[in-house]
């Protein structure tokens, strides 16, 4: 099984919404230190960037090119990392994935080689 599975990718039209969604497993629950959660994109010929991400601490962080237009966020029981897309881009167009940095005391950020666990990535497209 996977320790980290998205869903909710679609494709949509420029200026509508969508929620990702990124199951996390038991196994990192039961972990002993509180892992940080972040969501990355990758468009087709560019490299992964952060687009999101929860510290352990609880500091949220957010690319520049989203701010103020998606969410992220954790239910209760912390069993599922959403992202909240609202007046979505064309440039936003990449599949997103889930990742988790279980180190301990992790701080958070955007390096993507802290990120030890991936999950395997939803479409999304926004067009015009």
């Known amino acids: 099984a996977q320790d980290l599975v998205e869903s909710g990718g679609d494709s949509v039209q420029a200026g509508g919404s969508l929620r990702l969604s990124c199951t996390v497993s038991?196994?990192?629950?039961?972990?002993?230190?509180?892992?940080?959660l972040a969501w990355f994109r990758q468009s087709p010929g560019q490299g992964r960037e952060g687009v999101a991400e929860?510290?352990?601490?609880?500091?949220?962080t957010y690319h520049a090119s989203v701010k103020g237009r998606f969410t992220i966020g954790q239910d209760n029981a912390k069993k599922t990392l959403y992202l909240q897309m609202n007046n979505l881009k064309r440039e936003d167009t990449a599949i997103y994935y889930c990742?988790?940095?279980?180190?301990?005391?992790?701080?958070?950020?955007?390096?993507?080689?802290?990120?030890?666990?991936w999950g395997q990535g939803t479409q999304v497209t926004v067009s015009s």
């Open positions: 038991s196994t990192i629950l039961a972990r002993p230190t509180v892992p940080c």
């Open positions: 990742a988790a940095d279980t180190s301990p005391y992790c701080t958070g950020g955007f390096w993507e080689v802290d990120y030890d666990i």
């Open positions: 929860i510290a352990s601490h609880g500091v949220i």
